[in-house]
């Protein structure tokens, strides 16, 4: 195996674009290097993205904000622009893990882990979060929803990157939140998760919404009847109920150890209302 | 041997070592530079017993490769005391008998050493959240965390 810390972009798709055999990109290495020592990947080249400058910041532009791809989940949380702008996408990242992996996972790695239940997806996919993807033809910009395509799978290409995830700069009167139910208070891989983003209008009501399930699908769910159902209200008991039913409703989990599927279908819809409470009172609604 | 090189700080001393590009900064802690403080429990980021600063930031080093170790600066349970002089922290987890086996503590000592520079004068709930990275089988904790809130006291003075 062969260990590279390219000093550019441009040099990381360079050697992912040419390998030969399986290469791998490092950014925190908290999903990576379990896979390797367990003997469930034997990569041929590790491209370390670290020492790549841009991909190592978080930058505030006028339209958002651009969370580099190297950036671990602590950085994140450190950042008070970033917690105050979007709340709930922060405390996604910042679930992920221990304290000390918090210091090295990025937010970009839990979407191309491709896991299910991946605690920052949801919240990301809410947030209506792009991927900034470089490559050998190229960058893209896809929706962060479009990344993972199966658990383990992702629509990247041979040679491309995720480069940033960019979080849009939105109205005042947003908020957005993210719940998961663990069987623990703390260092769990949630068993059902929920994402809710959303803007008030000037008569206090719901004028837009976005609502995210992790671990009921093969992939997060952005489910439009969800946020339709409390789209024009403020969050009275028919619409709370109307979401909870339609999160019911989009899920369609497995049974395994950690949940069953009537379990994980009926938490998908208390969990959703709770998180979707939560933002609204962060948008400043009462 | 071949490998890599790697230059590092290592409890404020310049160390070099060469390493396989597939070992841990934790195998070479042990194994290369005779570092035995930080253990191996899970190998997987779950226990915290491997724990170790990089650059201020507290990490597992089972889930980092030893050539990140190229410049930066790490710190290492074997760098807490000053001389014979323990830090408090470790003073501390003797005193209210906070290890049994001993295997989790100098994992403890560092993730706490790390919670107690960001905060200096945390919460029982606090404590207990910061070190939940870590995990104990012996003591069931209560002991772990009444020494990091002493330690915490007589570090602020109090």
Same mark, same amino acid.
């Given at each position: 195996?062969?260990?590279?810390?390219?000093?550019?972009?441009?040099?990381?798709?360079?050697?992912?674009?040419?390998?030969?055999?399986?290469?791998?990109?490092?950014?925190?290495?908290?999903?990576?290097?379990?896979?390797?020592?367990?003997?469930?990947?034997?990569?041929?080249?590790?491209?370390?993205?670290?020492?790549?400058?841009?991909?190592a910041?978080?930058? %505030?532009?006028?339209?958002?904000?651009?969370?580099?791809?190297?950036?671990?989940?602590?950085?994140?949380?450190?950042?008070?622009?970033?917690r105050?702008a979007?709340?709930?996408?922060?405390?996604?990242?910042?679930?992920?893990?221990?304290? %000390?992996?918090q210091?090295?996972?990025t937010?970009?790695g839990?979407?191309?882990?491709?896991?299910?239940?991946?605690?920052?997806?949801?919240?990301?996919?809410?947030?209506?979060?792009?991927?900034?993807?470089?490559?050998?033809?190229?960058?893209?910009?896809?929706?962060?929803?479009?990344?993972p395509?199966?658990?383990?799978?992702?629509?990247?290409?041979?040679?491309?990157?995720?480069?940033?995830?960019?979080?849009?700069?939105?109205?005042?009167?947003?908020?957005?939140?993210?719940?998961?139910?663990?069987?623990?208070?703390?260092?769990?891989?949630?068993?059902?998760?929920?994402? /809710?983003?959303?803007?008030?209008?000037?008569?206090?009501?719901?004028?837009?919404?976005? /609502?995210?399930?992790?671990a009921?699908?093969?992939?997060?769910?952005l489910?439009?009847?969800?946020?339709?159902?409390?789209?024009g209200?403020r969050? #009275?008991?028919?619409?709370?109920?109307?979401l909870?039913?339609?999160?019911?409703?989009?899920?369609?989990?497995? #049974? #395994?150890?950690?949940?069953?599927v009537?379990?994980?279908k009926?938490v998908?819809?208390?969990?959703?209302?709770?998180?979707?409470?939560?933002?609204?009172?962060?948008?400043?609604?009462? | 041997?071949?490998?890599?090189?790697?230059?590092?700080?290592?409890?404020? #001393?310049?160390?070099?070592f060469?390493? %396989?590009?597939?070992?841990?900064?934790?195998?070479?802690?042990?194994?290369?530079?005779?570092?035995?403080?930080?253990?191996?429990g899970?190998g997987?980021?779950?226990?915290?017993?491997?724990?170790v600063?990089?650059?201020?930031?507290? /990490?597992?080093?089972c889930?980092?490769?030893?050539?990140?170790?190229?410049?930066?600066?790490?710190?290492?349970?074997?760098?807490?005391?000053?001389?014979?002089?323990?830090?408090?922290?470790?003073?501390?987890?003797?005193?209210?008998?906070?290890? %049994?086996?001993?295997?989790?503590?100098p994992?403890?000592?560092?993730?706490?050493?790390?919670?107690?520079?960001?905060?200096?004068?945390p919460?029982?709930?606090?404590?207990?959240?910061?070190?939940?990275?870590?995990?104990?089988?012996?003591?069931?904790?209560?002991?772990?965390?009444?020494? /990091?809130?002493?330690?915490?006291?007589?570090?602020?003075?109090?």
């Amino acid at each position: 195996m062969e260990y590279v810390l390219p000093a550019s972009l441009n040099d990381a798709i360079g050697l992912l674009a040419g390998a030969k055999g399986n290469a791998f990109v490092l950014a925190g290495g908290s999903d990576l290097l379990v896979r390797m020592k367990g003997d469930f990947i034997e990569p041929d080249l590790i491209v370390d993205i670290k020492g790549i400058g841009e991909l190592a910041q978080i930058v %505030q532009t006028a339209d958002g904000f651009t969370v580099g791809s190297a950036v671990p989940c602590a950085v994140m949380g450190e950042n008070t622009a970033l917690r105050k702008a979007w709340p709930g996408v922060v405390e996604a990242a910042n679930l992920i893990g221990s304290k %000390q992996v918090q210091g090295r996972c990025t937010i970009a790695g839990n979407l191309c882990n491709a896991s299910p239940a991946a605690d920052s997806v949801p919240a990301l996919v809410a947030a209506g979060a792009r991927a900034v993807i470089a490559g050998p033809s190229g960058k893209r910009t896809i929706a962060v929803e479009d990344v993972p395509t199966g658990p383990g799978k992702t629509s990247l290409a041979k040679g491309e990157i995720v480069e940033a995830i960019v979080l849009d700069k939105r109205p005042s009167n947003s908020g957005d939140a993210y719940l998961r139910f663990i069987p623990r208070t703390e260092m769990d891989i949630a068993v059902v998760s929920a994402g /809710v983003n959303l803007t008030l209008g000037a008569d206090g009501a719901v004028a837009s919404a976005r /609502v995210a399930l992790g671990a009921v699908a093969a992939t997060v769910l952005l489910v439009s009847e969800a946020a339709d159902a409390i789209v024009g209200t403020r969050l #009275d008991d028919t619409a709370m109920e109307k979401l909870a039913q339609a999160c019911s409703a989009a899920a369609s989990p497995i #049974d #395994d150890k950690r949940g069953t599927v009537h379990f994980r279908k009926k938490v998908a819809g208390v969990l959703a209302t709770r998180a979707a409470r939560i933002a609204y009172e962060r948008a400043g609604g009462k | 041997m071949s490998g890599i090189a790697v230059s590092t700080t290592i409890n404020g #001393d310049d160390v070099e070592f060469l390493c %396989q590009a597939e070992e841990t900064l934790l195998e070479v802690l042990r194994d290369r530079l005779g570092l035995t403080g930080a253990k191996e429990g899970c190998g997987t980021g779950d226990c915290g017993a491997c724990s170790v600063l990089v650059d201020d930031r507290l /990490v597992c080093s089972c889930l980092v490769l030893g050539a990140e170790a190229e410049g930066r600066n790490i710190e290492t349970i074997e760098g807490m005391a000053d001389g014979d002089k323990l830090h408090p922290l470790q003073r501390k987890f003797i005193e209210h008998a906070a290890l %049994q086996c001993g295997i989790c503590t100098p994992g403890f000592l560092i993730a706490a050493k790390d919670l107690l520079a960001k905060n200096a004068d945390p919460t029982e709930e606090e404590v207990r959240f910061g070190l939940a990275g870590n995990l104990c089988r012996c003591t069931g904790y209560d002991k772990i965390v009444r020494a /990091v809130l002493d330690a915490a006291s007589e570090m602020r003075g109090a």
